[in-house]
């Protein structure tokens, strides 16, 4: 179309002030813009950005001192914002008040859902669903940035064997492979597929590196992880994400054989930066810098930050030594001036790259994102394929309102909203959060009816006087739905257990129950494996409901009632008793393994063949799990047959196949995984590694055929000098429906 030519001028003016305005959108324009930015800058303008500060009305910053310190470039960005309001008054302050008016970005702990609660991430994990836990990073992320928000601190990445440990609620399950693809998973799905877009939110892969490995399961403890460990087990899920397009990392608390992973140039110098050649930033935890003081690495502030910038921690986290000692460091020449340059760099590179100098501000007029009918809809389908079907003894389940007209829900957990939204619930409320008696008159039909009892006070409660009334409601019911685990405070950071048992006074009132002779149907929720052995053998059935957010209870009925066909699998080792940990599936021969015997394990302790001879095992308790890694049922069954494996082709790929029947009468979704072992190898190698899955939909009566191919490189391993190992020899390949079932068959590597 041709412009009038009296309006030529105003349309060129209007390009031009665009065109200076204009985010620079390619790779190359952001360096030239990064670099030309960084070239004005102050070291007291540098160092504002490399400082983070939390946002707090009422505690640690009061809004005129932030108001000030960013109007003179001291802080470049805030975590924990109360509003879009807050944000958008600050970052006013930034980009008009400002000498450079360099936008702020703020942060807040998006682990699983913003106001919409999705099920913790180790619930998340045993759906075994990518597309689904993207799926959820994309709501989490339009509803996060609606308050203002362009940063989450997540996807936590870490690896644990360790139920005690408190955050391993907040991971994706214990093996590397699996928390690889989730994780990269949720980057894409916070991240979106354009950075700039105002909806889309950087993701930050922590806490790096090594922190679930924390001695005796407790918080912030020492790690020592050997490099080959480091490298086969804690580090590829950091570098999935870094694959994935993660654009921050944050560094963790925890000391690393010896040294901060905070103050680690090894780990993110030497691996972050120079191997994998990540270019974005990284941000300490939580005062993680000024804590390598108490470790006993640095001996003050001073310090602390020489030992931060070194390594390459690029942003403190809330406490301020970067910001009052760097300058005396780079006199002393124990820092210097390229690495505070290389530091701002990098974080005025995801600035640009979030598009924050083009569009710095929240625009609060448009609808709310909240709560939305299709956020909530992720969230039901997301909890409902978490959750775990660990027992359905004589298929009590699905109920039927025929067969099951008055329903006793009894427990603790079966109406406390607050528990259904587990550790790190962000903006999530309480009230919003729908839990399995509030919805459960849904489901029990015209002619049903719902009796409820807590039973105790509390999840934790001792006292035992409501147990009485809970008997009388279950006696008047055909089946009792038993509501119990762990309450939301007993899980997530630095709240560590050294015993895994059910709280407070459950154990008795699941007896109380069980002596009713009423069928039980036990939900068990929770942030980590727990230790219910006895309530497992009162109950008929069993879901594993870990903490599922706000759409828990039409989660849990659409189960209960067979609406949806469970096909959650565990994505980490549950233990019989704590004393088993370190417990987990791709775990190391030993010269002396327990005898894969069924007799074995079923040897009476205490009696003449005690003790049961010279292998790696406990005296007093059979070696296996309560259930295994992979473990989870349905209402219909599958069976595996035909495996079979194709030697490597040229390019040694190998192809695996195998046959897969729903030989129930109802359709369902199985989750089938490739294993393999390499027999023998340089350093030895773990009995079983997941190499591969597959959720597959099987109609009733259905059989297909699973195809896997493996590229040989997913057969190496690094050793402990960082080489990395592909060894020709003898391996066992499984399609299986979880780590202890199946036959495995044996191919060879041959290059
Ligand atoms: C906490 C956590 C970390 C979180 C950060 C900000 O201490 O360790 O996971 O992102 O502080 O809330």
Redesign the pocket.
């Known amino acids: 179309m041709r412009l009038p030519c009296l309006l030529l001028p105003c349309a060129a003016f209007l390009l031009a002030v665009t065109a200076l305005r204009a985010q620079p959108t390619s790779e190359a324009e952001i360096e030239i813009a990064v670099e030309k930015l960084l070239s004005q800058m102050t070291l007291a303008e540098k160092l504002g950005q490399m400082s983070q500060r939390h946002y707090n009305t009422k505690s640690l910053t009061n809004p005129a001192d932030s108001a000030s310190a960013v109007r003179n470039g001291q802080v470049g960005s805030f975590?924990?914002p109360d509003s879009a309001e807050t944000v958008n008054q600050l970052q006013k302050i930034a980009v008009e008040e400002s000498r450079l008016k360099i936008p702020l970005i703020f942060g807040i702990?998006v682990i699983h859902g913003y106001r919409t609660l999705f099920p913790i991430p180790l619930g998340q994990s045993c759906s075994w669903n990518p597309e689904l836990i993207e799926a959820a990073g994309r709501v989490a992320a339009i509803e996060a940035s609606s308050a203002g928000i362009r940063w989450t601190?997540a996807p936590?990445l870490d690896i644990t064997r360790d139920a005690r440990w408190g955050r391993i609620a907040?991971t994706l399950g214990e093996d590397p492979v699996l928390t690889s693809r989730l994780g990269a998973a949720m980057v894409r799905g916070f991240q979106g597929k354009n950075l700039t877009a105002p909806d889309s939110i950087a993701a930050?892969a922590?806490?790096y590196v090594g922190y679930g490995a924390a001695e005796g399961g407790r918080d912030y403890n020492t790690t020592l992880i050997p490099e080959a460990e480091l490298r086969n087990i804690y580090l590829p899920s950091f570098h999935a994400a870094k694959e994935a397009g993660v654009q921050t990392y944050?560094s963790a608390?925890n000391d690393l054989n010896g040294v901060p992973a905070s103050g680690n140039v090894f780990t993110l110098r030497q691996v972050l930066q120079k191997e994998w050649g990540f270019d974005g930033f990284v941000v300490s935890?939580?005062e993680s810098v000024k804590e390598m003081i108490v470790h006993g690495a640095a001996a003050d502030l001073h310090d602390a930050a020489r030992l931060g910038i070194n390594a390459g921690v690029d942003m403190e986290?809330v406490s301020t030594s970067y910001r009052d000692h760097s300058e005396a460091l780079l006199r002393e020449g124990a820092i210097s001036p390229a690495m505070i340059d290389d530091s701002v760099r990098r974080i005025l590179r995801v600035k640009f790259r979030l598009g924050l100098f083009d569009n710095p501000y929240t625009d609060t007029t448009r609808p709310s994102p909240l709560l939305t009918e299709e956020s909530l809809r992720v969230a039901r389908e997301l909890a409902t394929q978490s959750i775990v079907l660990l027992k359905n003894e004589k298929f009590l389940l699905p109920l039927s309102p025929d067969s099951t007209k008055t329903v006793a829900v009894i427990g603790p957990l079966a109406d406390s909203a607050t528990d259904m939204r587990g550790c790190w619930s962000c903006r999530g409320e309480a009230n919003e959060c729908r839990t399995v008696y509030s919805v459960f008159k849904d489901y029990v039909g015209p002619k049903g009816k719902v009796l409820y009892s807590p039973g105790l006070k509390h999840g934790s409660s001792t006292d035992t006087a409501e147990i009485a009334a809970a008997v009388k409601t279950a006696r008047k019911a055909d089946v009792v739905i038993l509501c119990v685990g762990e309450p939301h405070e007993l899980s997530g950071?630095a709240r560590c257990r050294a015993f895994l048992d059910l709280p407070g006074a459950q154990d008795p009132l699941i007896s109380a129950i069980a002596a009713t002779g009423k069928p039980i149907v036990l939900v068990v929720f929770g942030g980590r494996p727990l230790t219910f052995a006895k309530a497992a053998a009162l109950s008929q059935a069993i879901l594993y409901a870990w903490h599922p957010g706000t759409m828990a209870g039409p989660a849990i009925c659409d189960l209960l009632y067979g609406r949806a066909n469970p096909s959650g699998k565990l994505t980490v080792t549950f233990p019989r008793t704590v004393g088993q940990i370190p417990l987990y599936y791709n775990h190391k021969n030993t010269g002396r393994p327990v005898p894969i015997d069924p007799k074995a394990a079923q040897t009476p302790l205490g009696t003449a063949e005690d003790p049961k001879g010279y292998y790696s095992q406990y005296l007093d308790l059979p070696q296996a799990p309560a259930y295994p890694f992979g473990y989870g049922l349905s209402y219909t069954t599958f069976t595996y047959s035909d495996l079979k494996i194709e030697t490597p082709d040229a390019n040694g790929v190998i192809a695996a196949t195998a046959s897969i029947a729903n030989t129930g009468a109802r359709d369902g979704v199985e989750i089938v995984q490739l294993y393999t072992r390499q027999l023998v190898g340089t350093l030895t190698r773990p009995v079983k590694e997941l190499k591969d899955f597959q959720r597959i939909a099987l109609k009733a009566g259905e059989k297909r055929t699973v195809h896997f191919t493996l590229p040989k490189q997913s057969l190496g391993y690094y050793d402990n000098t960082g080489r990395f190992l592909l060894e020709p020899g003898k391996f066992h390949l499984w399609i299986a429906p979880n780590s202890a079932e199946g036959e495995p068959l044996e191919f060879m590597l041959t290059q």
């Open positions: 975590l924990n702990d601190f936590m907040e930050c922590k806490h944050m608390f935890d939580w986290m950071e």
